[in-house]
């Protein structure tokens, strides 16, 4: 990990970048600002992850909503959130997001509205907006250095609509849209998107991956980032339990297992920097993450795919191998 | 007071700097892009105290701009024919979201064949947005109807988009003299805007645009919008009198040229309309009592304004300068609809013409009022007529020889 209180250089500004405040569990902030009572599905992995996030982000905090399941968790005339509210539509919420902050420093600026009414703007999409029908509006927000959150919770397909194939459905994975059938025994042939490099490649100050599983690693990136105007992304790694085919008091173990196994790299970049905050000691084998869920069950039955299961374990492999040598502060 | 020579689109400028936004989310389209850079300039050089920014597409451009009205600020944005469709996901979106901010749409031909000159196929494919839609004929009605449009929007009892439309080329482009009204002057026909309904403040969280489930409250959301639309026509002519009252021009929901003892009208919308007007005063000269109605006030549609002007009338003409691919004139339709259960109502002729921006011609109108009065003659109402003139038909032979198609 880096150290505490490391200096960081950006186009002549010179941040001292604050490292970990919470050490535990026990230091989480108390606060809930996303209530009980959602019709989200039982063992929501986004669902937990977005608790997680808006304690550390607080209550003054404005959600800004793409299409996507999340969408559903506020229906007329309820909200489970202490936070304001907008639904955009499928594409465009980072673009929502740029009205509002611009809005807010202009109301601000002209004395209609009080410094202390100020909101944080907090980008809330799926994966299917994030990687795919957003990416243009996404891409816009980095580019214009639009001070914002964004949250993209990964369930890895256009989970809303029932499970169909996305830009972040994974090599081999069953979906409504890459099912099985005579000529096809092994589900999507494409591979995920990178987002994170995808977004890394605007050098935005601040991005991060994250999962439910591991909350003292979520919220102490949510504070860090906070320490940095512009972008600050977030993907999460999110277990749909109807979509991944797993019972729902499964999601967190799967969530430990994605990262114990290195299928899901916990790291962050700042202004384009990696480093990987949480890496394994011992790897696991891929197979014990793949083979608790519906979505690749194929792999293993009726026969084996012995191939694509170590096509699998070779790209996670290749992953880490070129990730811990190329960055060197990698030390656990 | 002093006028200036000002293209359409500067006017439209004008009328945003005077209605001193705070918030111009842009991106640039052919014929609308004069508008924007104008602004721009305007708020580099500090003649406007306003947030400029460039989108990445019309459909972030609504979303920012409607986001930005939801917090607050007073909005505008431009548009024209294909970005306007491309964006068009979020009229629909931010007129739900009750935001009164003002747009102004560029009127252009859609794609495909692509082009650059007007019709009317973009405005009017918003028409069922819950846009407010105000259809200009002269630079100076682009920029009194900006004003009035902000006030429109943000009364209470409409809180509604606006859009008010110009034709591309036609009128983006053309000097007219144009009187700028003064700031202070407009400041009282239009003060600051601080809304009591939509806002995001940490002090008072508050969800909005949020999902029904069902159609009890979506059809209750919807009905509200249409109501508050009708509404707007009595909002509306109040706005109109008041305007008249401070800067001495008179917009109302349509505009009629020679309608008192008139037996024939064209209908007509736009800068086209002066094509129109021309052709009604040589029809005059030649003594037949023609007319003209120029919409102007699209949404909310003055059903009973239309309604009130056709009584007693021998024969109405609309003039669409817009397609509705196999139905024809959308406007047509409309007037046809609030006619159709008077005791007395005059006979209907339809004609398609000006797509793409293509001329109108003197023997063209010539034919459209003939074929009016020879409609009371024989009691014979033609079917609804596409023009093309016979040079038109012969130019297009030319090319489509060139183009080895001939």
């Known amino acids: 990990m880096e150290r505490n209180g490391k200096t960081k250089k950006n186009s002549g500004e010179r941040i001292k970048i604050m490292e970990a405040p919470i050490k535990s569990i026990k230091d989480l902030p108390l606060e809930e600002n996303l209530l009980p009572g959602t019709p989200a599905c039982a063992g929501c992995g986004g669902l937990l992850s977005l608790r997680h996030c808006l304690k550390t982000l607080g209550r003054n905090t404005v959600i800004v909503n793409a299409a996507s399941c999340f969408t559903l968790l506020a229906i007329y005339p309820f909200t489970p959130f202490k936070n304001s509210w907008l639904y955009t539509a499928m594409a465009c919420a980072p673009a929502g997001a740029q009205g509002i902050r611009d809005a807010l420093d202009i109301l601000i600026r002209k004395g209609r509205l009080d410094t202390e009414e100020d909101l944080k703007v907090v980008v809330l999409t799926g994966d299917g907006a994030a990687y795919d029908m957003g990416l243009s509006s996404t891409s816009g927000a980095i580019h214009r250095n639009l001070d914002f959150y964004y949250i993209c919770y990964d369930n890895e397909a256009y989970g809303n609509t029932g499970f169909q194939w996305s830009g972040a459905t994974p090599f081999a994975s069953r979906t409504g849209t890459t099912p099985l059938g005579r000529l096809s025994k092994t589900g999507t042939a494409l591979h995920k998107k990178d987002l994170f490099e995808i977004w890394r490649s605007q050098k935005p100050p601040y991005l991060a991956t994250i999962l439910p599983a591991h909350p003292v690693d979520l919220a102490n990136k949510f504070k860090k980032a906070e320490q940095f105007k512009g972008p600050k992304l977030f993907i999460t790694f999110s277990p749909c339990p109807p979509g991944w085919g797993m019972d729902p008091s499964f999601s967190i173990k799967l969530a430990k297992l994605a990262v114990n196994t290195g299928i899901w790299p916990l790291k962050e970049a700042v202004y384009g920097d990696v480093v990987h905050t949480v890496v394994p000691k011992k790897f696991e084998p891929v197979e014990d993450y793949l083979k608790e869920q519906g979505r690749f069950k194929h792999l293993f039955k009726p026969e084996r795919q012995e191939e694509t299961i170590k096509k699998i374990q070779d790209m996670v492999d290749n992953y880490w191998r070129i990730y811990l040598s190329a960055f060197t502060g990698n030390k656990m | ?406």
């Not at chain 2, 602004?39 to 972030?60: N, P, Q, V």
């Not at chain 2, 080329?169 to 600051?192: C, G, I």
């Not at chain 2, 805007?193 to 995001?200: E, I, K, L, M, T």
């Not at chain 2, 021009?249 to 209908?267: C, F, P, Q, S």
């Open chain 2, 1 to 406: 007071m002093i006028k200036e020579m000002l293209t359409g689109n500067a006017s439209a400028a004008w009328g945003v700097r005077l209605a001193e936004v705070d918030y111009v989310p842009a991106y640039p389209v052919t014929p609308q892009t004069e508008i924007i850079e104008t602004l721009a300039r305007w708020i580099c050089d500090g003649l406007m105290d306003a947030k400029f920014i460039t989108m990445d597409s019309e459909h972030s451009m609504i979303t920012a701009a409607g986001a930005a009205s939801a917090t607050g600020a007073r909005v505008f944005t431009a548009s024209s024919s294909q970005g306007l469709l491309y964006g068009f996901e979020m009229l629909y979106t931010v007129a739900g979201w009750r935001v009164p901010l003002v747009m102004v749409n560029v009127s252009r031909g859609l794609s495909s064949p692509i082009t650059l000159e007007p019709d009317h196929n973009d405005i009017l494919a918003a028409r069922d947005s819950g846009f407010l839609q105000v259809h200009c004929e002269t630079c100076q009605e682009v920029l009194d109807s900006i004003l009035m449009a902000y006030r429109l929007a943000e009364d209470e009892q409409v809180l509604l988009p606006v859009i008010v439309n110009l034709d591309g080329f036609y009128l983006s482009f053309t000097r007219e003299p144009v009187e700028v009204p003064d700031l202070e002057e407009v400041r009282r026909f239009l003060p600051t805007y601080r809304p009591r309904h939509a806002f995001f403040k940490a002090s008072q969280p508050m969800a909005q645009g949020v999902a029904v489930l069902g159609g009890l409250g979506y059809s209750y959301f919807k009905y509200q919008m249409h109501l508050a639309c009708t509404r707007a026509l009595e909002v509306y002519k109040d706005v109109s009198l008041e305007f008249e009252k401070t800067f001495g021009r008179k917009h109302g929901t349509y505009e009629g040229y020679m309608l008192d003892d008139a037996e024939y009208i064209l209908v007509m919308t736009n800068s086209f309309s002066t094509l129109g007007k021309a052709a009604v005063k040589r029809a005059r000269g030649k003594g037949v009592k023609a007319g003209l109605l120029r919409l102007r006030l699209l949404r909310p549609f003055p059903e009973m304004d239309i309604r009130n002007i056709m009584r007693g009338r021998k024969v109405v003409t609309v003039i669409d300068q817009n397609i509705s691919i196999g139905k024809g004139g959308i406007l047509h339709s409309e007037i046809a609809s609030c006619l159709c259960n008077e005791e007395k109502k005059p006979l209907l002729l339809s004609f398609i013409g000006g797509l793409g921006g293509k001329n109108i011609s003197p023997g063209e109108f010539e034919f459209m009022i003939d074929s009016m009065v020879r409609a009371v003659e024989t009691g014979e109402v033609t079917t609804q007529k596409l023009l093309y003139t016979e040079m038109e038909w012969k130019e297009m032979e030319r090319l489509k020889r060139i183009a080895g198609k001939g």
